[in-house]
């Protein structure tokens, strides 16, 4: 990368008040601030707190990272969140709702004319190498997440909302921290009680549609035997005058 991009790149990820900074067209993710504000949540032990330690293979400089993050509406501490369930869900999201953005940066003419005269396209691979290894990402976090998603109560605990349901409520017991392994075994118990669930209300429907057909049946027979009566009550009237 030259230095002419490098210095653009520089004037975009200064500071918040800047015109990059305040033109967010993707939904920004809101991360803890503090450990103090994640110890007062006693609902979800397993939430950690900030950490350099987190963050993922990219080889950019964290200038770098910052300018893009900044220029797509993330949170630029998002990378550097310890990684657990409730993190690693954020940089999902992160990622998932910004990949059409990413991958039309290239005909983006306000980030083509920040970059101008050396246009410097960001791929894919190195928007997720900045929160994850690509490989894991759609190996893993993409795969469960996107199962865990189907359930409700479990989508509402990985994305902290408020009025979302216990530790003890939705695993059953409570620990320190969920890994995806607890996620991936979550997940096909609960698969499992759904498709029971399912096939209770199929049986159910089938019992009813046969209640259905058997009323529909039975109607249909006593139409045909009233409609019989008058014509049979006078054979048998004619039988007994002419007899």
């Given at each position: 990368?030259?230095s002419?991009s490098?210095s ?5 990820s200064?500071s ?11 939904p920004s993710?809101?991360?803890?601030r503090?450990p ?5 949540h006693?609902r979800?032990p ?5 950490t ?7 080889k ?10 900044e220029?797509?509406g993330?949170n ?8 657990n369930l ?7 999201v992160a990622i ?5 953005k990413v ?6 003419q306000?980030w083509?004319?920040?970059m ?13 190498d900045i929160f994850?290894?690509?490989s894991q ?10 199962e865990?998603e ?6 509402d ?5 408020d009025?979302?349901k ?5 695993w059953g017991?409570i620990?320190?921290?969920y890994?995806f ?5 979550w997940?096909?118990e609960?698969?499992?009680?759904k498709?029971q669930?399912n096939?209770?209300?199929?049986r ?7 209640r ?5 049946r039975s109607?249909?027979q006593?139409k045909m035997i009233?409609s ?6 006078l ?9």
């Amino acid at each position: 990368m030259n230095s002419g991009s490098r210095s653009v790149l520089r004037s975009v990820s200064v500071s918040r008040s800047s015109p990059v900074a305040s033109h967010s067209r993707s939904p920004s993710v809101s991360v803890p601030r503090s450990p103090s504000l994640v110890a007062s949540h006693s609902r979800s032990p397993s939430v950690l707190s900030t950490t350099e330690q987190g963050g993922g293979p990219s080889k950019l400089s964290k200038e770098d990272k910052d300018s893009r993050l900044e220029y797509l509406g993330i949170n630029t501490n998002l990378p550097y969140i310890a990684t657990n369930l409730h993190t690693a869900y954020k940089k999902h999201v992160a990622i998932s709702t910004s990949t059409q953005k990413v991958l039309s940066l290239s005909q983006d003419q306000e980030w083509q004319a920040l970059m101008d005269p050396h246009p410097w396209n960001v791929s894919l691979k190195d928007f997720i190498d900045i929160f994850v290894a690509k490989s894991q990402y759609y190996g893993t976090w993409k795969q469960i997440f996107e199962e865990a998603e189907r359930f409700p109560a479990m989508r509402d605990w990985l994305a902290l909302e408020d009025d979302r349901k216990s530790d003890k409520a939705i695993w059953g017991e409570i620990k320190s921290t969920y890994s995806f392994e607890d996620l991936r075994t979550w997940i096909y118990e609960s698969r499992g009680s759904k498709r029971q669930l399912n096939r209770i209300g199929i049986r159910n429907q089938n019992h009813l549609r046969r209640r259905r057909v058997r009323r529909r049946r039975s109607r249909r027979q006593n139409k045909m035997i009233q409609s019989k009566r008058p014509f049979g009550f006078l054979c048998f009237s004619f039988v007994i005058w002419t007899g």
